[in-house]
């Protein structure tokens, strides 16, 4: 049974970087063909794919959010963490890590972080 847990501030100040690491029990990042994702949900808005980092160490960004998105891993620590940089208020979201099988789609995922952003 693979697990995901995400981790990291839950209060982020504008203009700073959010960093949020998900680690990864059961399974190794580095196999599966997944692609280990990060999708965030804004209150009352839906489900936003922000990137994924493929078990090859290939990355994959969001369109609208490349230009602050930097998706590493940790394949000691089997975990693979997201850094959104430049925050606004309009980043606050429940942010969650989740492997994605490609055709076969996501499988597993973790419970979901609040990180909000505020002074």
């Known amino acids: 049974q693979v697990q995901l847990q995400e981790s990291g501030p839950g209060l982020v100040k504008p203009s700073q970087t959010l960093s949020l690491t998900c680690t990864v029990s059961?399974?190794?990042?580095?196999?599966?063909?997944?692609?280990w994702s990060w999708i965030r949900q804004p209150p009352g808005k839906g489900l936003e794919w922000m990137g994924a980092?493929?078990?090859?160490?290939?990355?994959y960004y969001s369109p609208s959010l490349k230009s602050r998105t930097s998706i590493s891993r940790d394949t000691s620590k089997n975990q693979f963490t997201l850094q959104l940089s430049s925050v606004t208020p309009e980043d606050t979201a429940v942010y969650y890590c989740?492997?994605?099988?490609?055709?076969?789609?996501?499988?597993?995922w973790g419970q979901g972080t609040q990180v909000t952003v505020s002074s």
């Open positions: 989740a492997r994605d099988l490609g055709l076969e789609g996501y499988d597993y």
């Open positions: 980092i493929h078990y090859s160490g290939s990355t």
């Open positions: 059961g399974g190794s990042i580095t196999t599966n063909y997944a692609y």
